[in-house]
């Protein structure tokens, strides 16, 4: 999944700031009344890194190897840290530049079943390839992506069924307006060979002279793992899988959620600290005072059985909601605020805590159960 949530994680703090220990939505909140009512899992802290005690001074993503080794991304030189299960620094590769192996900029990770690392940089058109060793991340190609003209690339996966793809957004796009996102199979130049399958789109505001994806709007969000693809809406916690193999779908419903209030305590949070500087962000106090509900979600992750959501972080302290596909029950993590998950590996969870005012750390949670 690409990184549009870590663009709002940064408006968010740099617009709510100190607020967050001021204000909360309101009690009567109904989807907050909800959670508060859904059994909680019990975790420990197994790691938990500060940037002080890494290499690292801004990580923005991270993937999990079958061993259980996080690779985190740092944002501050576009380099990728190779960790110990505890956290520890084991190799670094990468950095930023124009050569092979170094970036303008990381969009989106994934492993493969066969133990690869594939990073994709937008910006220099192409996507890396390792093989990640005991102790070292092995560069083993560079692909070059292809002028997709009408599309641009958001993530890019292989499949031992369909090969390469890739999930593409239109390259033009008008504000206020939905558009279907499109994943292809790419032939192994990585031109477009085949339209698999469409999700739904998302919504569209002017934000300056850009139509971005509108903050508080209606937002498709997708994660991919073995040979099972999986996506929901941010409006609702209906969870889709496509099977990579034959393209079969299945849905996974939760009823009964109530709709997340955007209610005047959350909005007066907001705007306290986006009206000193109005130019920042033009057209989103707008879209804000339209809003009367906020999605649930900003990503999902999954390991095939569990499904993670990170919620929008509004709220006081931070949790993380948790579906099992199988009884398609809901239960409740709490973590810090600002903790975004990443990834699962057997009974732990991965993630980062995006804080601008405390700057980024590593969390590695294992759950009770």
Known sequence: MRHRIFVFILIFVSVSGCMADEQRPAPGNPFLAYVDQIESIPVSFVVEKG??????????????????????VDSSNWTLHLLSVEGEPIQSVGGRGQGPGEYGLINDLYIDSQSRLYVLDKN??????????????????????????????ES???????????????????????????????????RLDELL?????????LLGNYVEDSFLGLETVWHATGESFYYATSDD???????????SKESYPVPGVPEYKFDDQAQQAIFDRIRPDPQSYPGLEDELLESETVPYFMEIRTDGNIVYFAPLPFQETGFVLRLDLGNQKMTRIEVPRWFV??????????????SELEGSSLLILELAE
């Open 197 to 205: 399958f469409e999700l739904p789109g998302n919504e569209t505001m």
């Open 341 to 354: 998950p990443y990834a699962q590996h057997e009974e732990k969870l991965y993630g980062i805590i995006h």
């Open 51 to 72: 940037f002080e005690e890494t290499p690292m001074h801004q990580m923005l993503n991270l993937v999990v190897d079958k061993t259980g080794r996080p690779i985190v």
């Open 237 to 247: 916690f209906t969870v889709h899988r496509i099977d990579l193999r034959d393209l």
């Open 124 to 153: 220099q058109h192409r996507v890396t390839v390792y093989h990640i060793l005991e102790d070292d991340l092995e560069l083993e190609k560079t692909l070059s992506l292809q002028n997709y003209s009408d599309y641009r690339i």
């Open 156 to 190: 890019f996966y292989y499949s031992e069924h369909q090969g390469y793809m890739g999930v593409f957004y239109p390259s033009h796009r008008n504000a206020g307006e939905i558009y279907p996102i499109y994943v292809y199979r790419l032939d192994e130049n990585l």
